[in-house]
């Protein structure tokens, strides 16, 4: 049995009784017949078994309709879901693809701009591991470039898939600090679908108009204790992403001090792989200000790890984006740990909108 309890930007969230027990649950539009108090559901037990927290919650598989007569199309206790236009499918080849209108597709009105689209016009990249590194910039961006500067969230794969499941990006889309969003590669749900990384950049600057792009995953990032074994690594290649199209490539670092584990202690051992092995471009990295231990760790990881040589380092203070965050009442945690009690992850945020802008000219708004 279920109980909708908030529809927010197609996700549906709702309390399901499980084994007597009632739980929070989510289902997104377009994949699951319409739901209604008192329904029946068949949902996903596997991430609140693991005990995972980002995506510790249920997941609603079917319900509604679910078991239900023939759906005149020959198929037996089935009930047509999706209505929705275009023809390219994610989550492909799965009992749960969704069908898709993605940007670059002949039947997208965005097909005859995307066609021919080579490069991004020198758009500023910014390349984050974390989604909840999107908050912070985005509030430091709004901040420092006086609301001006249009910010596109290019969100990838390498997380959460379907962008409803993220509370802030709704916040922040709610709030005018994103102005849409592109899901790209297995992603879906954002005001513009894309089929990778590349064509997702490239509908952020000529679909979506961006002055900035913000590349990252949805919540919920995948590690397993090893070097390469991580969706961190996407960082890398959206840094070379944005240099094959003549982008601009900046970089939000993950930089952390209370974390117990050694090899996330000043800049994480997942953003030195990304950025010295998997990258081969040459990327700004935006470093905040920081008490001079602190800065002296940062800057002799940076210096020392492998293949970090091409990059530039650049400081700004990223202060701001704590203080914007604050007055604007978005509370955002990373790893369990909010602005209070791990202000470095957040003030580097900050620091890359800041640096972001120094490369975005008068002729995008700011």
Known sequence: MSRVLARRGGAIWLEVAVDGATC???????????LAAGDEVLVNTTAVDLGLGTGGWHFVVSGGGWGGGDDGGGGAGGERVSSAPGHVMKLRYTPLQVRCLCAEAPESPHHAALRDARDVAGMTVVCGELHSQLAPFAAALGALGGHRARLIYVMT???ALPAPFSHVLAELRERGLVAATVTAGHAFGGDIEAVNLYSGLLAARHVAAADVAFVGPGPGVVGTGTAFGTTALDQGLAVDAAATLGGRPVVALRIAFCDRRPGHRGVSHHALTALGVVAHAAAELAVPLLPPDRRALVLEQLQAAPGMARHRVVEADGAVAVRAMRE???RVTSMGRDAGREPALFQ???????????????????
């Open 328 to 330: 604007m009442g978005l």
């Open 348 to 366: 580097a945020a900050g620091a890359a909108a800041a640096v972001a802008l120094r490369g975005v000219g008068s002729g995008a708004g700011v």
């Open 157 to 159: 794969d390498g997380g």
């Open 24 to 34: 929070p649950a989510v289902a997104y539009a377009g994949m699951v017949p319409p």
